[in-house]
């Protein structure tokens, strides 16, 4: 068993670095983004042109909670190349599997973090607004100045959750064709008949992955509360 | 100079504010008082918009608002970069150490230097008695220590009005009377507060009008001597209900 478990550590740990921690952490960023712009829009008190702005995105954050993640990969990655508009895709949308994967994961953890940043924002207290305008704030000042910093601190926790399922549901990935930390231990394992061996070793390694995910989440959870002082 | 003309503010069905009129003179303190839910912090909240009456007219130096059309946000911003809030929750914000609470707005706002804000800052929580409470956080701050940073907060943006909405409701009489002789100094410096108060006792010493507000009408508007001095029935029991244990013989 030792023997297998050396043999293989180098090929899983490549695939690991090489797509599994890449793809989660850039899916991750842009789905942040996603997630901020997504709460911002929707939190939004403007009315008008704004409400199907609003609309449309509150129909995103339903879209992408209500279905399973691995048919969103299929869609996105064998499916879009069936979506052929005269004119804008002729041949429909081919995506490397690499980006097609970044795409999915990315506009998913989005619409899971866009509710997460929501609800922190809303979680401010009233006075926090009221007093930063009586300074004489705009809106996007406030927010950027007065609302976020504090809203990080609390979203913290949920959004560390987020990230760390993000890790492990990349292993989905195996499924279009990525070759990633999952992919491997599967190809090994049919390799050398010792899947036990091989799944329980990959699921150890995406079990460091997120411990170290943890320690991350631990000490930023420390940075950004260090003006709260409690007794717990 | 800061006036208000037939001014009403409705919540749902209930009239907070019913035909206001009256004027705060600058350089002076003037004090609102009145019973609790008649309408004085409305009066108060809707002098910078945080309250958004729907009719009457607000006159700001030389600007003369009709409240029944919509006021354009631009409007709102310059009324509010010339008054200040402080607030009885004092409403700090807690993630900025007590330096920068008072540096946020000179900075942010009025786009001032650092250095500058800073050192305006450090005299500002000095005045309030505050200046070895620099880098906490308002965690750390008692109540009556929180409210003065609040008020070095607001005087740091040299405000022509400040707005004071019970200030000192959530202290117990020993901070209480920290936050108070705070603001009797500034009262003195000539600065233009509109206080809102249960505390007849300061109201006697720091104002120069009163304003006696009930049911979201104003019952009295004149000097604080004709307030005391009065023989209106409704007034000398309201007094006399809230000056049951005496603080002025000091």
């Given at each position: 068993?030792?023997?297998?478990?050396?043999?293989?550590?180098?090929?899983?740990?490549?695939?690991?670095?090489?797509?599994?921690?890449?793809?989660?952490?850039?899916?991750?960023?842009?789905?942040?983004?996603?997630?901020?712009?997504?709460?911002?829009?929707?939190?939004?008190?403007?009315?008008?042109?704004?409400?199907?702005?609003?609309a449309i995105f509150r129909f995103y954050v339903w879209l992408f909670r209500s279905t399973p993640l691995l048919v969103q990969l299929f869609i996105?990655?064998?499916?879009?190349?069936?979506?052929?508009?005269?004119?804008?895709?002729?041949?429909?949308?081919?995506?490397?599997?690499?980006?097609?994967?970044?795409?999915?994961?990315?506009?998913?953890?989005?619409?899971?973090?866009?509710?997460?940043?929501?609800?922190?924002?809303?979680?401010?207290?009233?006075?926090?607004?009221?007093?930063?305008?009586?300074?004489?704030?705009?809106?996007?000042?406030?927010?950027?100045?007065?609302?976020?910093?504090?809203?990080?601190?609390?979203?913290?926790?949920?959004?560390?959750?987020?990230?760390?399922?993000?890790?492990?549901?990349?292993?989905?990935?195996?499924?279009?064709?990525?070759?990633?930390?999952?992919?491997?231990?599967?190809?090994?394992?049919?390799?050398?008949?010792?899947?036990?061996?091989?799944?329980?070793?990959?699921?150890?390694?995406?079990?460091?992955?997120?411990?170290?995910?943890?320690?991350?989440?631990?000490?930023?959870?420390?940075?950004?509360?260090?003006?709260?002082?409690?007794?717990? | 100079?800061?006036?208000?003309?037939?001014?009403?503010?409705?919540?749902?069905?209930?009239?907070?504010?019913?035909?206001?009129?009256?004027?705060?003179?600058?350089?002076?303190?003037?004090?609102?008082?009145?019973?609790?839910?008649?309408?004085?912090?409305?009066?108060?909240?809707?002098?910078?918009?945080?309250?958004?009456?729907?009719?009457?007219?607000?006159?700001?130096?030389?600007?003369?608002?009709?409240?029944?059309?919509?006021?354009?946000?631009?409007?709102?911003?310059?009324?509010?970069?010339?008054?200040?809030?402080?607030?009885?929750?004092?409403?700090?914000?807690?993630?900025?150490?007590?330096?920068?609470?008072v540096m946020e707005g000179p900075v942010q706002v009025l786009h001032q230097a650092k250095s500058k804000a800073h050192d305006q800052a450090a005299?500002?929580?000095?005045?309030?008695g505050l200046a070895e409470k620099a880098d906490v956080y308002p965690a750390q701050l008692s109540g009556g220590q929180a409210q003065r940073v609040?008020?070095?907060?607001?005087?740091?943006?040299?405000?022509?009005?400040?707005?004071?909405?019970?200030?000192?409701?959530?202290?117990?009489?020993?901070?209480?009377?920290?936050?108070?002789?705070?603001?009797?100094?500034?009262?003195?410096?000539?600065?233009?507060?509109?206080?809102?108060?249960?505390?007849?006792?300061?109201?006697?010493?720091?104002?120069?009008?009163?304003?006696?507000?009930?049911?979201?009408?104003?019952?009295?508007?004149?000097?604080?001597?004709?307030?005391?001095?009065?023989?209106?029935?409704?007034?000398?029991?309201?007094?006399?209900?809230?000056?049951?244990?005496?603080?002025?013989?000091?």
């Amino acid at each position: 068993m030792w023997h297998i478990i050396q043999t293989s550590t180098p090929q899983l740990l490549e695939a690991g670095f090489k797509y599994t921690i890449p793809i989660a952490i850039v899916s991750f960023i842009i789905g942040l983004i996603i997630a901020l712009f997504t709460a911002l829009i929707r939190l939004s008190a403007k009315r008008g042109a704004f409400l199907v702005l609003k609309a449309i995105f509150r129909f995103y954050v339903w879209l992408f909670r209500s279905t399973p993640l691995l048919v969103q990969l299929f869609i996105v990655y064998f499916g879009l190349p069936y979506l052929k508009i005269k004119g804008i895709f002729p041949n429909g949308i081919q995506l490397n599997p690499v980006v097609a994967g970044i795409i999915t994961f990315s506009l998913n953890t989005g619409a899971y973090c866009s509710e997460t940043i929501r609800a922190s924002i809303l979680s401010i207290p009233e006075g926090q607004w009221e007093a930063a305008y009586s300074i004489g704030m705009t809106k996007s000042v406030v927010l950027r100045r007065i609302i976020l910093p504090q809203a990080i601190r609390i979203s913290l926790p949920p959004l560390a959750n987020s990230f760390i399922s993000l890790v492990k549901d990349t292993s989905l990935a195996a499924s279009i064709t990525i070759v990633e930390m999952f992919e491997v231990s599967q190809q090994i394992a049919a390799q050398n008949y010792q899947p036990l061996i091989m799944y329980s070793l990959v699921a150890v390694y995406y079990a460091v992955f997120c411990t170290v995910l943890t320690w991350l989440q631990g000490y930023l959870e420390k940075v950004t509360s260090r003006y709260v002082t409690t007794t717990r | 100079m800061l006036k208000l003309e037939n001014v009403t503010k409705t919540f749902g069905n209930h009239k907070a504010l019913k035909d206001v009129s009256t004027t705060f003179p600058e350089n002076k303190t003037t004090v609102i008082v009145g019973p609790s839910g008649s309408g004085k912090s409305t009066l108060l909240r809707s002098l910078n918009f945080l309250e958004r009456p729907e009719s009457g007219h607000y006159y700001f130096d030389d600007l003369d608002i009709d409240l029944s059309k919509p006021v354009s946000s631009q409007t709102i911003l310059n009324i509010r970069r010339h008054t200040e809030m402080v607030f009885q929750g004092y409403n700090l914000f807690p993630h900025l150490s007590v330096i920068k609470n008072v540096m946020e707005g000179p900075v942010q706002v009025l786009h001032q230097a650092k250095s500058k804000a800073h050192d305006q800052a450090a005299l500002l929580l000095a005045k309030v008695g505050l200046a070895e409470k620099a880098d906490v956080y308002p965690a750390q701050l008692s109540g009556g220590q929180a409210q003065r940073v609040a008020i070095a907060r607001s005087l740091a943006m040299h405000p022509e009005y400040i707005f004071l909405d019970e200030p000192t409701s959530a202290l117990d009489p020993e901070l209480e009377l920290e936050v108070l002789k705070v603001l009797l100094q500034i009262a003195k410096e000539k600065q233009s507060m509109i206080i809102v108060t249960h505390n007849l006792a300061f109201a006697r010493q720091v104002a120069d009008k009163i304003i006696f507000v009930e049911d979201g009408q104003i019952l009295f508007d004149g000097s604080e001597h004709d307030f005391f001095a009065t023989d209106n029935k409704r007034i000398l029991d309201f007094i006399s209900a809230m000056t049951f244990s005496d603080l002025e013989d000091d």
